[in-house]
């Protein structure tokens, strides 16, 4: 029996980092070695990060790029490796390197451009033309990046030269709908070219986009051989044998819980994480309000970056209710972050004294309930900046769809976490996080307050307020924005699935003339397919309703 043994590289490679991702390539291919393995496999555009973006306009950088892939082409005597790489040859390609003997053996270019939800590759690339096959101890090795294995025909053109195993390489933006997609895709092109794949993912956060890994095997049969954890960075080990065609996994890692709400909540915190640690922040702060968004949000954020880098505020005003008060501050304890509680009266005073003459003959409204959001705005801001900890935005998607949201009150922060996350999950994921702590130790060991999960949700600016005095309940709305959001249903549609008329044409009008507030809101994770921002791009003029 004939086995190749491969070192899968899911690990996450930084936008730019040039000099860094080199040097972390050239530290795998050492451990690979020692390993034993013939092969190493690294992710897609491993040496420039991915997406590069307008980095890919610059000269200096393409010419960077290239001198990192002849260095590590210097070093791969004793080891072949597949290396991506933005290849400049006067145009500008998406590359994958075969690397061998201490040199560049061949190169092959990515063919499929995406251009769609997160994709921009026609933007900076242009197409290949040619499938390529290297031979690794005497195994004819197909290798593809990305997008080519979602068609039919590169994977086939690498089977028809004469592949046994194909290797693809991927930067894989993680939703909650890619991992069956994923598989899917995989499984059908094994059974039509009778070849087995290896699909390693990048991992990692990169703004708004979230990586996963979440690597697969897959046998020449289409059946998984082996799923590697998500959001964990790992070198993977996997034997090929060429007799069966079939991948065996050494020793991968595992996770206790693989759930929809354990993958969602580790895709938030890796995005936490790394946007604060790679744009070099020290921690972060965010008001807490006593409600159940920033209660979770307080939640992610411990876990992604320990207390001692979180600082929670408290900023109550006449219409904050003592549960909230009480909430706050036993999460804040029980968690052991920074607290403060600093009131927001006086200065809310101070605003509408400077105010009132400019308001004279006006009745109160929604101006002085926005004037609370702002005075927080304000003063978290003011916080942020002399600490040097970046804000957080405690926002949900089914606020932003519908513009629940004061334009520099609540919105104020560089990162929202629970952009792209309805509300509905929100609840799902709080409840979620505090049975996972139960598992561990014990029955009262909640990290989200249970009050807090079960009040009816308020923004707590006027007596009495509940969020339902503005929005249909939750269940409700977020149906409906799912419909018109991800699934592109038209108003007409939603209404002939069961929903109310009025309500439908209320929450899709709210939707639409807001989205100048979402134009102005802070970057957060993608976990949907269509998150706002640099998925979903809607004009803000418009005369289509």
């Given amino acids: 029996m004939a086995v190749l043994r491969l070192a899968l590289a899911q690990y996450d490679f930084s936008v730019g980092a040039v000099a860094a991702n080199t040097a972390k390539v050239r530290e795998l291919m050492d451990r690979a070695r020692e390993g034993k393995a013939a092969l190493a496999v690294f992710p897609e555009l491993t040496i420039s990060g991915y997406p590069p973006e307008d980095l890919l306009l610059r000269p200096s950088f393409l010419a960077a790029c290239q001198d990192a892939i002849q260095e590590i082409a210097a070093d791969t005597n004793g080891l072949a490796a597949i290396v991506g790489f933005p290849h400049s040859m006067g145009e500008v390609y998406n590359a994958a390197a075969f690397l061998g003997g201490g040199e560049i053996v061949q190169i092959t270019h990515k063919r499929a451009l995406p251009n769609y939800g997160v994709f921009d590759d026609k933007r900076y690339f242009r197409p290949g033309r040619t499938s390529a096959v290297a031979v690794v101890d005497g195994v004819r090795v197909g290798y593809l990046v990305c997008e080519d294995v979602w068609q039919a025909e590169p994977a086939a053109a690498a089977a028809a030269a004469g592949a046994e195993l194909i290797v693809v390489i991927n930067a894989s933006p993680w939703d909650d709908a890619k991992q069956t997609a994923r598989e899917e895709v995989l499984v059908a092109r094994a059974k039509e070219t009778g070849c087995a794949f290896v699909y390693l993912n990048l991992v990692g956060g990169q703004d708004e986009v979230v990586y996963d890994g979440g690597t697969l095997l897959v046998n020449g049969d289409g059946s998984i051989a082996a799923r590697a954890p998500a959001f964990i960075d790992a070198l993977l080990w996997a034997d090929f044998d060429t007799t069966t065609r079939t991948l065996h996994a050494l020793d991968w890692p595992s996770v206790p819980d693989a759930s929809h709400e354990a993958t969602l909540y580790a895709a938030l915190v890796r995005g936490i994480r790394d946007y604060i640690d790679k744009n070099g922040f020290s921690g972060v702060l965010l008001g807490l309000s006593g409600g159940i968004d920033s209660a979770l949000t307080l939640a992610l954020a411990v876990d992604a970056l320990g207390p001692d880098r979180v600082t929670a505020v408290m900023m109550p005003m006449r219409y904050t209710s003592q549960l909230s008060l009480d909430g706050a501050r036993g999460q804040a304890e029980r968690l052991g972050v920074e607290y403060h509680v600093i009131g927001i009266e006086p200065v809310y005073d101070a605003f509408i004294t400077a105010l009132t003459p400019a308001f004279a003959g006006k009745s109160p409204d929604v101006t002085e309930e926005n004037l609370q959001s702002r005075t927080r705005g304000v003063m978290l801001m003011a916080l942020s900046n002399k600490h040097s900890r970046l804000l957080l935005?405690?926002?949900?998607?089914?606020?932003?769809?519908?513009?629940?949201?004061?334009?520099?009150?609540?919105?104020?922060?560089?990162?929202?976490?629970?952009?792209?996350?309805?509300?509905?999950?929100?609840?799902?994921?709080?409840?979620?996080?505090?049975?996972?702590?139960?598992?561990?130790?014990?029955?009262?060991?909640?990290?989200?307050?249970?009050?807090?999960?079960?009040?009816?949700?308020?923004?707590?600016?006027?007596?009495?307020?509940?969020?339902?005095?503005?929005?249909?309940?939750?269940?409700?709305?977020?149906?409906?924005?799912?419909?018109?959001?991800?699934?592109?249903?038209?108003?007409?549609?939603?209404?002939?699935?069961?929903?109310?008329?009025?309500?439908?044409?209320?929450?899709?009008?709210?939707?639409?003339?807001?989205?100048?507030?979402?134009?102005?809101?802070?970057?957060?994770?993608?976990?949907?397919?269509?998150?706002?921002?640099?998925?979903?791009?809607?004009?803000?003029?418009?005369?289509?309703?």
């Fill in 393 to 545: 935005a405690t926002g949900n998607k089914s606020e932003m769809a519908v513009g629940y949201a004061t334009l520099y009150g609540d919105m104020c922060g560089a990162y929202a976490p629970l952009k792209d996350v309805y509300k509905t999950e929100v609840y799902r994921l709080s409840r979620w996080r505090n049975l996972s702590e139960q598992h561990i130790q014990g029955d009262d060991a909640w990290v989200i307050p249970p009050a807090v999960i079960e009040r009816p949700p308020s923004a707590e600016l006027r007596e009495n307020q509940t969020d339902q005095d503005s929005l249909p309940p939750y269940d409700e709305l977020d149906a409906i924005l799912a419909r018109f959001i991800e699934e592109e249903q038209s108003q007409a549609e939603i209404i002939a699935a069961g929903y109310d008329a009025n309500t439908v044409h209320r929450v899709v009008r709210l939707v639409l003339v807001n989205e100048f507030k979402r134009r102005q809101s802070a970057p957060g994770p993608r976990v949907t397919t269509r998150a706002f921002g640099r998925e979903r791009r809607y004009p803000i003029t418009s005369g289509w309703k």
